[in-house]
């Protein structure tokens, strides 16, 4: 599939942009944009760091999956082990080594992009970078802080995560996608 622009396209253009917060972990600006046909609109932008998420699986063919409390949606929900690239100088390869490392205590031989998304491009700037991890050995989980003290950390079998996203055990979006999309690279392997 190309992206050739439709016949008659918009070029779309910022005019002004107002900052309205600026948090630890987003920002939130108000743009107003050209429209097609003439005139103006105003767009509400979430500015989110860059993320990683991560399929780790073992020789067993189990994935690892995280547990963690979403304050946001009121639930704790099963997820891959993600994070934010929000080190000065770290690719996103470098925060998904770390993250994995962070989170679960394990360490990957073997590295393979799977898929890039962006969950949201209604209203935020936020693009996850999801890999797959194997040939995987434990390092130990360094001491963690917040909801990461609380986080429940398993091995299941992959077939079994495939299953729970299908019937809605597994609805964090990342691991949806993540889940699934490794899956297919995996087939086509």
Do not use: K
Request: aromatic fraction near 4%; proline fraction near 5%; glycine fraction near 10%.
């Amino acid at each position: 599939m190309t992206d050739s622009g439709a016949p008659g396209s918009h070029d779309y253009r910022t005019v002004s942009s107002r900052e309205i917060f600026d948090g630890r972990v987003v920002r939130l600006r108000v743009d107003t944009l050209t429209m097609p046909g003439g005139g103006t609109a105003e767009r509400e932008v979430c500015g989110h760091d860059d993320a990683v998420a991560v399929v780790a699986l073992d020789d067993e063919q189990r994935i690892t999956l995280v547990r963690q409390y979403r304050h946001a949606v009121g639930e704790r929900l099963w997820e891959l082990p993600a994070g934010l690239c929000d080190v000065e100088g770290e690719d996103p390869l470098g925060t998904a080594r770390r993250e994995l490392v962070e989170e679960t205590g394990l360490e990957a031989e073997h590295w393979r992009p799977v898929i890039e998304m962006i969950p949201s491009p209604g209203f935020c700037t936020e693009r996850v970078h999801v890999y797959l991890a194997t040939g995987l050995r434990e390092v130990g989980r360094p001491e963690a802080e917040h909801e990461e003290a609380d986080m429940e950390v398993a091995r299941i079998p992959f077939a079994e995560a495939v299953d729970s996203v299908l019937d809605g055990r597994i609805v964090n979006g990342l691991a949806v996608a993540g889940i699934l999309a490794a899956r297919a690279v995996i087939d086509r392997s």
